[in-house]
Structures are given as C-alpha cells and as structure tokens.
C-alpha cells in the first residue's frame, strides 16, 4: 500500500510540477514583454514622464508579488497565485496601451 502511495505521489508530482514552472515563466515572460512595451514608449515619446514612472511602478509591484510567492512556496506558483499575477498583468497591459496612445504626449 506505500509503494502504492509513492508511486502515485511520484507520478502526480512530475505531472504537476511542469504545469507550475510553466506558469511561472509565463508570468516572466509577459513581465519582459510589458518592460518592452513600456521602453518603446519612452523611446518613441507616446508616454510622458509620469506615465512611465506609474506603469514602471506597477511592473515592479507585479514582479516583486511574483518573487514573494515563489519564495514562499519553494519556487512555484500556487493556482491561485497564478490567476492573481495574471488579472494583476491583465490591468497593467490595459494601462500600457491606454497611455501609449492617449495623445496627452502629442503637441497641439
């Protein structure tokens, strides 16, 4: 019956463990991109000063939740975690493209 259990927890374990490093490096991955974003608008002038800094901001916030949670759960993302991160992303996506083509930074 432990043999049994082992093994059931081994098999679960390699299933479930690429699921949350997968989640993780997408949470990275938009984390890169969306600091992408952000530099191309300070590069081509569709974000002011302000802007930036408040969309910098909120990467950060986004980036330092994400090292807490890995941190408290042994380097993974809980489900849970994982949706957080992602309306957190969602918003600030959002964001990005509201203040990058808002025309505050276009001369009249």
Known sequence: MFTKALVATALL???VAPLAASADGR????IDNQQHRINAGVRNGSLTYGEYHRLD????HIAGQRA????????HLTAGEYRQLNREQNRLSDRISFDTHNRWHQHR
């Not at 949470?27 to 938009?30: A, C, F, I, T």
């Not at 807490?68 to 380097?75: F, I, Q, S, V």
């Open 68 to 75: 807490r949670d890995l941190r408290r759960n042994d380097g």
């Open 27 to 30: 949470v990275e991955q938009r």
């Open 57 to 60: 901001n909120g990467l950060d």
């Open 13 to 15: 374990t390699s299933l």
